[in-house]
């Protein structure tokens, strides 16, 4: 059973580093073909694809968001990590890591739970 789990700080002041912490478990991170993903879902909107990392290491982000955004993995821990630097209080959602064959929100195999992380001073 493949399981993922965030970690973080659930407040957040603005323009700080928003950082959280995906541990998976039940599935290497280096699984052939596999991609690990963050989203998050603001109030009243959309999933929303932030970047992932894949099974070789690569780093896909959202254009609207990479200049602000760092995904990285540990291998050995079999965990991956977003930052997110110059939080805004729009940045204020349910943040979410997800697995699968691919990055395409709908078809995502596994997902954590989400955190709820609040940017405000």
């Known amino acids: 059973q493949v399981q993922l789990q965030e970690s973080g700080p659930g407040l957040v002041k603005p323009s700080d580093t928003l950082s959280l912490n995906c541990t998976v478990s039940?599935?290497?991170?280096?699984?052939?073909?596999?991609?690990w993903s963050w989203i998050r879902q603001a109030p009243g909107k959309e999933r929303e694809w932030i970047g992932a990392?894949?099974?070789?290491?690569?780093?896909y982000w959202s254009p609207a968001l990479k200049s602000r955004t760092t995904i990285s993995r540990d291998t050995n821990k079999n965990q991956y990590t977003l930052q997110l630097r110059l939080a805004t209080p729009e940045d204020t959602a349910v943040y979410y890591c997800?697995?699968?064959?691919?990055?395409?929100?709908?078809?995502?195999?596994?997902w954590g739970q989400g955190t709820q992380v609040t940017v405000s001073s």
């Open positions: 997800a697995g699968g064959r691919g990055t395409a929100v709908e078809k995502m195999d596994y």
């Open positions: 990392v894949s099974y070789t290491g690569l780093v």
């Open positions: 039940g599935k290497s991170i280096t699984a052939s073909a596999h991609y």
